[in-house]
T-cell receptor, first 115, second 115 residues
Framework: AQKVTQAQTEISVVEKEDVTLDCVYE???????LFWYKQPPSGELVFLIRRNSFDEQNEISGRYSWNFQKSTSSFNFTITASQVVDSAVYFC????????????FGSGTQLTVLP | NAGVTQTPKFRILKIGQSMTLQCTQD?????MYWYRQDPGMGLKLIYYSVGAGITDKGEVPNGYNVSRSTTEDFPLRLELAAPSQTSVYFC??????????????FGQGTRLTVV
């Protein structure tokens, strides 16, 4: 079985603060893929990043960065200098290449950025 | 390129009625998924398919049925609608392990209310 845990249900920050969203995953497979999605108030799901289990390099894209650590089974997401437009629900997701073959989502973190 | 198209966008059903939520994708993806998202909650997997003619149950399959007769289409059937099925339904598709489990593309969602 596989599982994704996002322990932070809600986070509130003031604009320009940095914020880190945590994601912890469980899988028995050695080959797997991790994703982050954003769901703004309008409701659609927006893909942010994909990472495979063999690539532990951290990634930075503008104000967004991701820290993948296999040793702690974590794939955390940091927004630097947050903006009001970053307010959304953020989901971490996992799919394994083994028998599960299901794209499993965490419960999401509601991020509110206050002006 | 339309991506993933879901119809209808909104629907109100009476208890005991049946309906089919349509989902079609034009990206030749082999994997397709149906999720439901209850208010303020994460995405729960209802059914998924790894190719035409193959479907599997997800986390919450009771009260639903699916079929996958073609690569493009993955309809979700609700039999005997119940208030507990009031939710937003998302269809998604992706490439499977042959192309490294690419990110899932999501439809715009169907908001279903059962009264």
């Amino acid at each position: 079985a596989q599982k994704v845990t996002q322990a932070q249900t809600e986070i509130s920050v003031v604009e320009k603060e940095d914020v880190t969203l945590d994601c912890v995953y469980e899988t028995r497979d050695t080959t797997y893929y991790l994703f982050w999605y954003k769901q703004p108030p309008s409701g659609e799901l927006v893909f942010l990043i994909r990472r495979n289990s063999f690539d532990e390099q951290n990634e930075i894209s503008g104000r967004y960065s991701w820290n993948f650590q296999k040793s702690t089974s974590s794939f955390n997401f940091t927004i630097t200098a947050s903006q009001v437009v970053d307010s959304a629900v953020y989901f971490c997701a996992l799919i394994s290449s083994g028998s599960a073959r299901q794209l499993t989502f965490g419960s999401g973190t509601q991020l509110t950025v206050l002006p | 390129n339309a991506g993933v198209t879901q119809t209808p966008k909104f629907r109100i059903l009476k208890i005991g009625q049946s309906m089919t939520l349509q989902c079609t994708q034009d990206m030749n993806h082999n994997y397709m998924y149906w999720y439901r998202q209850d208010p303020g909650m994460g995405l729960k997997l209802i059914y998924y398919s790894v190719g035409a003619g193959i479907t599997d149950k997800g986390e919450v399959p009771n009260g639903y049925n699916v079929s996958r007769s073609t690569t493009e289409d993955f309809p979700l059937r609700l039999e005997l609608a119940a208030p507990s099925q009031t939710s937003v339904y998302f269809c998604a598709s992706s490439y499977g392990p042959g192309r490294g489990h690419t990110e899932a593309f999501f439809g715009q969602g169907t908001r279903l209310t059962v009264v």
